[in-house]
């Protein structure tokens, strides 16, 4: 971002702290919630340009459109001056807490929660004439899905994920026909909205093999990448126009557990960033353990906390790692005991404190089973889990004051080897990825018990791994 003199920025201080006392009079609190994507100007950056025109913005909007909520106060935790740290200073001038919210008519997009349909990009592990990147809208006034299509050739492209402006994808896996060395590599793509379609910017290594999560930062800025089978973690950083830089962080494991074949070296399986983008939460599978890494996003660098983990029961094998979105609790399922753990979350030193731990299955199964992924709803109330050999999906109420976890039963997800869930940003639908079965199915979620209902629309992707839901204009 620009870098400005002091003074200048003492200025810009001063005016945002004179506007507090004109906007805590002219801005009564309004009932509806918006979403800031950033860069106002649209020059690329998140910068101080995108400030001053967000006062404008402000000055001349509706009076109920005049509510500032402000998301990740000096999430990026970098010492610099951005956009984030002024708006959350302004937040804390009239006396209110920050909140996750943001704004859309500020760039011309809709809110996420009012999106009458979501482009779904899937993630796969086909090969041949097969191998890529399928998409397909769901309409969220059916829960219907399109047929799918091929929106970028990619060779098993089975882990994906999108930037916070919806401008850009990015993938596990390699280019269509390459013939160099094996190793792990990233994808990025530009997506094309209107098209449903990705056009491939670049590659690059991870060094590392077999990347299993893909999590772009809070600003936009990185790319975090944990790898199952050479045990290590990775930063990217990304360029302005979304491709990816050379590595610039890595962090190895090291250690085994218990299990005589699934935990003999460290398997990473995810990594997530907290809100405030100030800690990397990796769960190891081989190590039984959640590993706490602080995370510079300047300096796109991943470095050991103190504690540097939290070590779950032996022989679970945890694989995917969720927050509740207050922040105060997070959520781990473990693989090989098909059960899932309920943690306290201190934001202030990155330290996870166990609360729970319950069986994602129904006490009548006795079959082999391994659970897969873990996602909670954007309101807070309600938790899914994958289970893959009982092919269904765990649901659970949370309880709001404790986070704890409540068994509701589980429903069959119509396929076999549920290895991907997912949410709509409204939390309204569930869509589960069947590897095996090769198909997406759509469930209804009910917001006042949590149940889960199948919408009757299932398609055709094969060997699908993931999702990702991005909002149609």
């Known amino acids: 971002m620009r870098r400005f003199p002091l003074l200048l920025i003492l200025s810009l201080l001063a005016v945002v702290a004179v506007s507090t006392f004109s906007f805590s009079q002219a801005f009564p609190p309004a009932a509806v919630a918006f979403t800031y994507r950033g860069d106002i100007d649209e020059n690329g950056k998140v ?6 025109a967000l006062l404008m913005v402000l000055d001349s909007a509706p009076e109920n459109d005049r509510q500032l909520q ?21 937040k804390l001038l009239r006396g209110e807490e920050p909140e996750v919210i943001y704004w859309p008519e500020i760039t011309g997009t809709e809110n996420p929660t009012a999106a009458e349909k979501y482009q779904l990009y899937f993630g796969t592990g086909a090969t041949g004439d097969q191998e890529g990147i399928f998409s397909s809208v769901l309409d969220m006034s059916t829960g219907q899905l399109t047929e799918a299509k091929l ?14 402006t919806g401008t850009h994808l990015y993938s596990a896996g390699k280019p269509t026909g390459y013939k160099g060395p094996r190793g792990g590599s990233i994808l990025a793509f530009e997506i094309n909205k209107t098209a449903g379609t990705l056009k491939l910017l670049n590659s690059q290594s991870t060094r590392g093999d ?22 290590n973690c990775s930063v990217l950083p990304l360029a302005q126009n979304g491709s990816l830089k050379p590595v610039s962080s890595v962090q190895q494991h090291t250690g085994s557990s218990v299990h005589p074949v699934r935990q003999t070296a460290p398997h990473p399986h995810s990594i997530n960033l907290d809100s405030a983008g100030r800690y990397a939460l990796v769960t190891d599978l081989g190590l039984d353990q959640v590993l706490i890494y602080k995370f ?3 300096a796109g660098t991943l470095t050991p906390n103190d504690p540097p983990f939290v070590a779950v029961k032996p022989g679970g094998g945890p694989r995917h790692f969720a927050f509740h979105p207050s922040g105060e609790f997070a959520y781990v399922n473990l693989e090989l005991t098909s059960e899932v753990i309920t943690f306290r979350y201190d934001s202030q030193r990155g330290v996870l404190t166990e609360l729970q731990t319950l069986s994602t299955l129904p006490d009548d199964f006795t079959g082999r089973n391994a ?3 873990i996602r909670v709803t954007p309101d807070g109330r309600f938790l899914y889990v994958s289970n893959r050999g009982h092919n269904s999906i765990a649901q659970f109420a949370v309880d709001p ?32 990825a069947d590897k095996i079965a090769g198909q997406a199915s759509v469930f209804r979620i009910d917001k006042e018990t949590g149940l889960l209902t199948y919408t009757g629309s299932s ?12 909002p149609l204009d």
């Open 371 to 373: 659970n897969a992924g």
């Open 296 to 298: 510079d996003s300047a």
């Open 70 to 90: 402000i998301a990740n106060v000096n999430a990026s935790g970098d010492g610099e001056l951005d956009i984030f740290d002024l708006l959350g200073l302004l």
């Open 47 to 52: 910068d101080i340009f995108d400030l001053l």
């Open 401 to 432: 004051g404790t986070g704890t976890l409540a068994w509701l039963g589980s429903v069959s997800t119509r396929g076999d080897v549920p290895q991907g869930i997912n949410l709509d940003p409204t939390g309204g639908y569930l869509v589960v």
């Open 151 to 164: 929106a970028a050739e990619a060779i098993r492209p089975g882990v994906i994920t999108i930037d916070p």
């Open 459 to 470: 398609i055709d992707i094969p060997k699908v791994n993931s999702m990702v839901f991005l």
């Open 210 to 231: 077999g990347p299993s999560y893909l999590f772009v930062d809070h600003s936009g800025r990185n790319i975090l990448v944990c790898h199952y089978q050479s045990g």
